[in-house]
């Protein structure tokens, strides 16, 4: 069974850029997640899905990054535009559905750097 | 607004040793995972515990969930190069999988 696909798997911008990222998340899974892990900490949740509606993105800075699911399979997360401290790991995650206790598999990550 | 505390930050020991980790929160959870990540990959789980007082092994992995739902430990046991990596707890306080982490705790494990 093929895992989460992320990609790229790394992006250097400059600091006021744009940057997207995509996630492919396993198949016949409802639920997406994108995570922000910044070096030395968790994951952060920013956003959840549930097929292509958001169930919660109350800590997704909407100033700036916006995460879309179109058609209830891929999803792309943005960043427009791109500060420094949003240099992290963008993890992204899929679950059969999102009750409690159900398993997160978790793709390789974006590492984003901004100069 | 929810935590995870987790401890030590780092851990350095030789294989064949014990070792505990922890992790602590004032508030009460559903239900804690356990994840491990290793570089330049994504959190994969470890094990997830539900009921207040749970005990749950996994070979050499003794996981344990604190009875009042808000506390959780990991002890390994003869520990191998292979365990190195960050071990992440994570609490799911909503019932809709919104799983809150912890920094994680750092194991490194020398032959």
């Known amino acids: 069974e093929a895992g989460v696909a992320q990609s790229p798997r790394y992006k250097i911008i400059e600091k006021r850029q744009s940057v997207a990222f995509w996630c492919n998340p396993i198949?016949?899974?409802?639920?997406l997640y994108w995570y922000q892990q910044i070096l030395g900490q968790g994951p952060k949740l920013l956003i959840q899905?549930?097929?292509?509606?958001?169930?919660?993105d109350s800590q997704l800075p909407k100033d700036r990054f916006s995460a879309e699911r179109l058609k209830g399979v891929d999803s792309t997360l943005k960043i427009q535009p791109a500060k420094l401290e949003d240099s992290a790991v963008y993890l992204c995650?899929?679950?059969?559905?999102?009750?409690?206790?159900?398993?997160?598999?978790f793709g390789p990550g974006t590492r984003l750097t901004v100069l | 607004t929810q935590l995870l505390e987790q401890s030590p930050q780092f851990l350095s020991i030789q294989e064949g040793e014990n070792l505990t980790v922890y992790c602590n929160s004032s508030?009460?959870?559903?239900?804690l995972q356990w994840y491990r990540q290793e570089p330049g990959e994504g959190p994969v789980l470890l094990v997830t515990?539900?009921?207040?007082?749970e005990v749950k092994k996994l070979k050499r992995l003794t996981f344990q969930f604190g009875d009042a739902r808000k506390d959780s430990s990991l002890h390994i046991t003869a520990a191998q190069p292979g365990d190195t990596g960050l071990y992440l707890c994570?609490?799911?306080?909503?019932?809709?999988?919104?799983?809150?982490f912890g920094a994680g705790t750092r194991l490194a494990v020398h032959p």
């Open positions: 899905f549930q097929n292509n509606g958001v169930v919660d």
């Open positions: 198949s016949g899974h409802a639920t």
């Open positions: 515990v539900v009921t207040g007082g």
């Open positions: 994570a609490g799911d306080s909503g019932g809709y999988n919104k799983l809150i």
């Open positions: 508030s009460v959870f559903s239900s």
């Open positions: 995650a899929s679950s059969l559905r999102g009750g409690s206790a159900g398993e997160q598999f």
